[in-house]
């Protein structure tokens, strides 16, 4: 599907549902509506079309996962394909330089089974491989940490505590746009609002001061951002209790947390750097 498309019908079921209207920033409980600076967008040297995500590594370069395959984004605008794969890349995590996670569908001239189940790369995108679930998994939602592996693929949430080897059902019956982790912490964005767990999926609890609408997450050590319908950014820096309204990005398809900082919102024509100067 049109990431755009797909996006959008996103945000309509997550503020179709549950959520009966849109609130302004000051409506979202302990959620600060400061005024941040808005950062400064550059535009790229080429579109990315049908993005999927984004995720910054250990060096600080920004990856965008597309339909076509992962693409280094620089601060200049530059893009250029991580190699040489055109796969469609759909969940993607970087947990280090040699722990890049995805899934997805494989390209025209690909090798890969359709779906590509839980793929790998231990040289910044160069080269993928397959590590598990291949022919069954398509991981749209995926979130990794140095200690577990957690994807949705439409059928169930799944995790993995080896690596991404062997899986595991969570006992929680969710459907979730987005994954994210902090440390042990897991959320997901449903429509039903935030929600967050603390045994690997098992349970969730609802966030009960998250911004209305979230739909996109996206988090880096203790840095969670998220974007919600109206296009507008949030930063929490405690897994999701208390959150700051960080400006908006027009257009944004995919959002990658630097820090407490920062983040990158991506869209089609334009990166944008978010900072959080607060």
Known sequence: MDVRLRTAALMVVIAGVGLTGCSSQSDAGSASASTPSSGTSISLSESLMHLHGAAVDDAGDLFAATHDGVWRVGGDGSVSRAGSSGDDFMGFAITSATGWFA????????????????????DRGETWSVLSRAGVSDFHALAASNTLI????GKQLLRSTDGGKAWNPATAAITPASLALVDSTLLATTKSGLLRSSDQGDT???????????????SRASALWALDTQERLWVSADAGTTWSARGSAPGAQAIAAVDEGSAFAISESEVKEVVNDQ
Do not use: Q
């Open 103 to 122: 899934s997805g569908h494989p390209g025209a001239e690909s090798t890969m089974t359709d779906p590509m189940g839980l793929i790998t790369s231990t």
């Open 150 to 153: 957690v994807g949705f693929d």
């Open 204 to 218: 969730f609890e609802s966030v009960p001061d998250a911004p209305p609408g979230l739909v996109l997450l996206s």
